[in-house]
């Protein structure tokens, strides 16, 4: 494709039925395919804005330009048609490196402008701006071409100003944020359960506190995690099952929880949850909520009470992601079909390995490897992010 036989045309006005299609039929007639195309209505003003190249020998400029100006005047349109050679800004598709962001948080002044600024000194040119929810929390997804560039130093500069306007922020590039999610797998303790369950289960033994030092350590990854399950595991011992039980039933969801699970249930999702906890605890919040697929450590029992021991393979950061592996496969999907939502470092591979992969209420050693991070009060922010607006949700 030669850029001598590219021309651009824009076409601004008040909107209005048949307008892309008087415009287009013009340029059809005038001998003109369409090679890229962009049109927006914001607020009833039109604008498009499109890359034709001639397709026969017959072209005639200023019969196009009459034939435009004419529509123009019916239409009351201001079109222009110039040679691309003579168009500052345009990018072809391929030219193009595009990332979605998503911005979520409590709505306050300056948001815009704080984004805009990191990204313009990132030398990231924002393509579109759209608000996807405002009420209870604002979410804005804003369309960027990286021009090429590495997006990790621009990622990072995003992450320490989204932190200082108490904003979360998540980043995808654009072809993974198109492909349809169809798996969604969550952890369970801190992320769908508002709790360390083995924490609240060492309270009943008066080992609380030892266990929930040796938990925090686990979850910086400061010590290995089947390591930190088995030493933790071996404080419970005596703990009876209707303790267990007792426990179960008091265990609180994550603020937005129930309503992101009847949401993705509705749209068809298959939902996941793996836990480095046990699976006493998720088979109750399977059965609660509605997961398709629950997976946690087994304890080991004898005459009721937990022996303080755990039965088989421990369900560690390796393990998560082999299981993700196992769902997809038998789902039929891929990775970039999958989005994978944790807390702590025993969800990094699983995090890591998705199409989108978020950090939720997490500690630093996940969010390195994370597409972007939500904070506790933004749960339901997962909708957000995969383009679902509240007009979406009927609100």
């Known amino acids: ?42 607020h009833a003003q039109f604008t498009m804005v499109l890359l034709v190249q001639p397709f026969g020998p017959a072209f005639d400029m200023q019969q196009l330009r009459r034939d435009l100006e004419g529509i123009g005047r019916d239409l009351d349109l201001n079109i222009a048609v110039m040679p691309m050679r003579e168009f500052n800004g345009l990018r072809l598709a391929d030219e193009r490196t595009p990332y979605v962001l998503t911005i979520l948080g409590s709505d306050r002044p300056g948001v815009v402008a704080a984004i805009s600024r990191v990204l313009a000194e990132g030398s990231a040119n924002i393509e579109k701006i759209k608000m996807i929810a405002r ?26 100003v989204a932190n200082e306007i108490g904003m979360d922020i998540i980043a995808q590039p654009e072809r993974i944020y198109k492909k349809r999610k169809k798996i969604i797998v969550f952890d369970m303790d801190s992320t769908i359960v508002d709790a360390e369950i083995i924490d609240e289960m060492a309270r009943f033994c008066g080992m609380g506190q030892e266990v929930g030092e040796i938990t925090e350590r686990g979850m910086r990854g400061e010590i290995d995690f ?17 303790d267990l039980k007792s ?12 309503e992101l699970i009847s949401a993705l249930k509705e749209m068809g999702f298959k939902i996941a949850l793996i836990s480095g906890g046990f699976d006493f605890f998720t088979d109750v919040i399977k059965e609660r909520l509605g997961f398709d697929y629950a997976f946690g ?26 299981i993700v592996d196992e769902i997809c496969r038998g789902e039929g999907v891929t990775q970039e079909e999958v989005v994978a939502v944790g807390d702590g470092a025993n969800d990094q591979i699983m995090v890591a390995n998705a199409g989108l992969g978020i950090a939720f209420n997490a500690k630093d050693v996940l969010k390195r490897v994370a597409d972007g991070s939500l904070t506790k009060d933004h749960l339901k922010g997962v909708l957000y992010c995969l383009g679902i607006s509240d007009l979406d949700l009927g609100r």
């Open 297 to 322: 450590n087994q304890l080991e029992t004898k005459g009721g009470r937990l022996t303080g021991r755990v039965k088989g393979r421990i369900i560690d950061a390796k393990r998560k992601a082999e």
């Open 1 to 42: 494709m030669e850029e001598e036989d590219l021309f651009v045309v824009t076409v601004v006005g008040e909107d209005r039925v048949g307008l892309v299609a008087s415009v287009t039929g013009v340029l059809f007639e005038a001998g003109l395919n369409i090679v890229d195309i962009e049109q927006s209505v914001i």
């Open 135 to 160: 009420g209870e929390f604002l979410a804005m997804e804003i369309l960027v071409d990286i021009r090429g560039g590495n997006f990790s130093p621009l990622g990072e500069r995003l992450l320490e």
């Open 247 to 258: 426990l179960s039933k008091s265990m609180r969801l994550t603020e937005g929880a129930g």
């Open 226 to 242: 089947a390591q930190s399950l088995r030493e933790r595991v071996g404080c419970l011992k005596g703990i009876g099952m209707d």
